[in-house]
């Protein structure tokens, strides 16, 4: 059994960057069978390497990908303007909300506008500092068997297995973060000055949950540059940063 996982994990890894075939297509082309219908490990990595990498190596690679890439990104988006620079990212008016903007800028209260939607990118790079260790305990559950569904995923399956197991506890735990950074950065004062004055205008009164929205904004800016450190560590040799991360991508990119 054992066999047959590295097998999975190291033609992963192999054929992850493939466009021109599916997962099982050039998983196939990869493996090759012999006459007696097995898999030959020998065809997927260089004879001289295939003993030493062993499926907690592969394992490991993963956990520390992973490490690495929330590390990376908690870092990135804690820093100012590491939610509000990023336009990929960066923490905009709720839909329900834009007709509020809309008006408001109409009437000249603009800087009131900027002023909000500033404040709610500065609670998410001040939350996001704080949720490294929620990350890291779930990366180090991570099993032989979760390793094996990583593989059934696209490049983007190992953001993908975090995301699924750790949104729960992080939304739970981020609120309040995000609560008391609203504060501490005036959020929520302005969010009230926008919608107050905005009342003041509109029959149709708007009094969305900010802390439940920048909580699902932030979160969902943070996965996504974890998926960016996923894709760089699978490709770019300069992005294995460490031992078991050259050690395993850097032995089944050759």
């Known amino acids: 059994m054992n066999k047959y996982i590295v097998v999975f994990l190291i033609s992963f890894f192999s054929i992850g960057n493939s466009k021109s075939q599916g997962i099982g297509g050039a998983f196939k082309k990869a493996i090759g069978v012999d006459s007696n219908g097995k898999i030959g490990i020998s065809k997927l990595i260089p004879k001289s390497t295939s003993s030493s990498l062993t499926n907690d190596d592969i394992i490991s690679g993963l956990k520390e990908a992973l490490r690495v890439g929330t590390d990376s990104s908690c870092k990135k988006l804690s820093k100012s303007n590491g939610f509000f620079a990023d336009d990929a990212i960066k923490i ?112 149709d009164k708007v009094n969305p949950d900010l802390i439940a929205y920048v909580t699902e904004k932030a979160l969902a800016g943070l996965f996504f540059n974890i998926g960016l450190q996923e894709q760089k560590i699978r490709k770019d040799p300069a992005a294995q940063v460490t031992g078991i991360l050259k050690k395993v991508f850097g032995t089944t990119n050759k």
């Open 92 to 203: 905009l008016m709720p839909p329900e909300a834009q007709q509020v903007e809309k008006t408001l800028r109409s009437v000249g209260m603009g800087k009131i506008v900027d002023q909000s939607i500033l404040s709610m990118n500065r609670a998410a790079e001040d939350a996001a500092s704080g949720v490294g260790d929620i990350f890291w305990n779930s990366i180090k559950g991570m099993s032989i068997q979760d390793g094996v569904q990583i593989l059934k995923g696209d490049e983007f399956a190992a953001t993908t297995y975090l995301k699924k197991m750790t949104t729960t506890e992080l939304t739970e735990k981020f609120k309040p973060v995000i609560d008391v950074s609203l504060k501490k950065t005036d959020a929520t004062k302005y969010w009230n000055d926008v919608f107050t004055n905005y009342n003041r205008f509109s029959k």
